[in-house]
């Protein structure tokens, strides 16, 4: 064997035409040098963590060619960390990240502010030595933690103590709210827990505070059922006003179904329209049709698509049937009719007279108890709103019965099967009817506006081109002459014409003829024929006409 730290015993030459023997690895912290090559042959490849091979200078071991190793840093507190995913070394050729350089935003960062703001523990450095806690006395919990911590916000929320909430359960006296009641019922403890916290009583302070407080409202005989049927209590009279509303909603839409004269019309004037436009086809002739046809008026349009037979409708309404109006005011209890699920009434019934039920077993449980607690006031509280919530279930029942007949017979009467629809489907053709038909009439008359002012400004337009061409008329006459007033003015006008047409009008007699000819009389005396009129006018001057 070799000497320690001696080179190590050479391989065997190989045999003729075969590889030779690869050397033994070297002895830990020694690194021996690689076996010479063979003749003709290029030299091993160098070891990992080497020098570079000759030819390549600059390149780092394990990292691309140009890629030159990360700057370690040292920050004075120990600092959170990013969670990024790496790239690996080896695939950063041709990327963005071999040619980063963030070294030159050193100049420009903070890295005390860093430390400051993203140091571990409120940046207090790794080298500052902390201040032992003082150790807290450990509290006994044997609740559920998710309960418990549900159970210290419910406390949160009020003032009493443990004490004070045990007494108001106690005395049934209305100090606590209707949320309280509700919320501590959700929280309040089960019997198991109570028999795991019941052995730590006389070691209350060791307890948690959810401990504690089930161990004090514990004392309540019979505390789950309790708080259920005060609950039940508070929500009596809003379920059971909720149930007579819908039930008077579905018994006036009914009845409104049957009564309403505006509502018979208008179905008969829709059949009348039917069988006009299906003359000819196989549905010719009806005698009736289902309701649920007038849910699908509206997709029935005009030739030209610009309405539907729903506006057709109620153009007709509003002009030639008045009295069809007042079908809105009839089925005004439609809409909410239509909101009613029947099942869902009659199971909220079902649930109400069960409540009562189980109050009627706990009352009897509480007057059976021989060691019923003084201050306990459930059953001086309760046996009164037994006997009412009982009076007002039983009026519910009775109306609820009183109301399905009623929607009965309005099915039966538009040929419907009860069985087969619930009043939220009929009445809601209904609802959807009127809100369909009042949309339509705003439409209408939505149109009729705009064609109001298209032809008001047609007649505007009209007017103006009348007004225009009358004013262009009397200025054209204005500037015309009017030659057929007298001979005088067309003597003149004569006299005009003449005078351009020879060229005297450019010469100064040519105005002294004009006023010579005006000057002259407009008639010539008569002489007797053969005497000359020098003759004739002589001895005329001076004598008087």
Known sequence: PPMMGGPGIPPPPPMMGQPGVPPPPPMPGFGGPPPPPMPGMGGPPPPPGGPPPPGMPGMVPGLPLGVKPKKKYKPKAKM???????IAPMKLE???????????????????????RFAMGGGKKVTEQKKPKKQEQTK??????????????FLGTTKKSFEEIRDNLLSMESQLSQSFIQQLCAQAPEPNELEMIEPYREKRNELGTTEQFFLVIGEVPRLKPRLQTMVFKHE????????????????????ALLESKALHELMQLVLLIG????????????YGYRISFLDQMHNTKTSDNKSSMLHFLADIIDKRCPNIKNVHKDLMSCPSAARVVLSAAKSEVQQLENGINKLKNLLEAFENDANRLENDKFVVFMKPFKEFANGKIQETKDAQEKMTKKFVKACEYFGENPSDVEPEEIFGIFSRLLTRLEQAQKDNEKEAEMKRKEAARLEAEKQKLLDKEKRKDQSKRRRTFNIDQGSKDKGIMDDLVAELTNGTAFRGGATKNRRRREEQPATVPEVDEGVPVSKAT?????TAC
Do not use: C, H, R
């Not at 959170?80 to 790496?86: E, I």
């Not at 559920?144 to 916000?153: F, H």
């Not at 002589?538 to 001076?542: N, Q, R």
């Open 236 to 255: 009596f009279m809003e379920k059971i006003e909720s149930v007579n509303a819908e039930i008077k909603a579905v018994m006036d839409a009914s009845t």
């Open 538 to 542: 002589e001895g005329t001057e001076g």
């Open 275 to 286: 069988n006009y436009m299906n003359s000819g086809g196989y549905n010719a002739g009806s």
């Open 94 to 116: 041709n990327t963005f990240w071999a040619k980063a350089e963030e070294d030159k935003f050193e100049s420009i960062l903070s890295f005390d502010s860093l430390e400051a």
């Open 140 to 153: 006994i919990s044997v609740v559920d933690g998710k309960k418990s911590y549900a159970v210290s916000i």
């Open 80 to 86: 959170k960390k990013l969670p990024w995913k790496q």
